[in-house]
């Protein structure tokens, strides 16, 4: 079977963001990137109950490969990933707190420096209908230089070298998107300024060294 690994991964993946709760049943989908195939999701299939057959290949340009099923709506903005970043595997959720924010705000204020692990402070990408190739720009948009993006009043998106990476970069945005949503219940975040993220990003670089004990 064509790309076995990664149709394998996309099940294994489709039952995590289930059962994490970034996933309601259909309302997602994911994909991995070998050469030039991708391995996607199927549309309207839920995401706990994939088998790898059931999982589309196209190729990057969106011809249907492999596969009886139709892939996911959102395959463009997939490709339109791909096309205009290095990374090997993308996530797209309707998370509850990724939601949130992505209908309220036009970025997440950054709030907590692991901000930074999703490569600075997270865009919101312009409204545009459901699988379109003007939300497919929007999102290439938003993603440029990060590992995430919020799509306006939809969800969130995640990329990594591997699906693990998209996989948890998808957990981080949510957890940073709960806390500011819990914080705001709360009183007004503060929010880290410049100088306070560039010195997050001087100490990642430079950690602390600890002299072994003599003896
Ligand atoms: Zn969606």
């Known amino acids: 079977m064509l790309l076995a690994e990664q149709r394998r991964l996309l099940c294994e993946y489709g039952r995590r963001v289930v059962g994490t709760g970034l996933v309601l049943g259909t ?8 050469g ?23 190729d990057v340009e ?27 595997a993308v996530v797209h959720t309707h998370s509850t707190f990724g939601t949130v924010v992505a209908t309220t ?14 490569g600075g402070i997270v865009r919101v990408a312009d409204y545009a209908t459901y699988g379109t ?14 590992r995430a993006a919020l799509l306006a009043n939809h969800g969130g998106v995640t990329v990594g070298d591997d699906l693990e990476a998209a996989f948890e970069a998808a957990r981080l945005l949510e957890w ?4 500011y949503v819990r914080a705001r219940s709360v009183g007004e975040p503060r929010v880290l300024t410049e100088e306070q993220l560039a010195e997050v990003v001087h100490r990642s670089r430079n950690p602390p060294r600890f002299p072994r004990r003599e003896g």
């Open 27 to 34: 309302s997602g989908n994911l994909s991995v990137r070998a």
């Open 176 to 179: 940073l998107c709960e806390v």
């Open 133 to 146: 190739p003007e939300l497919a720009a929007n999102v290439r948009a938003a993603l440029d230089g990060r």
């Open 105 to 118: 705000m036009t970025e997440l204020p950054p709030i907590h420096y692991n901000t930074l692990l999703l």
């Open 62 to 88: 969106g011809h249907l490969v492999d596969g009886d099923l139709q892939p996911s709506s959102e395959t463009p903005m997939h490709l339109a990933v791909y096309a205009s970043a290095d990374v090997r």
């Open 36 to 58: 030039d195939l991708v391995a996607v999701t199927p549309a309207g299939g839920a995401l706990d109950r994939l088998e790898p057959e059931s999982c589309p290949v196209v």
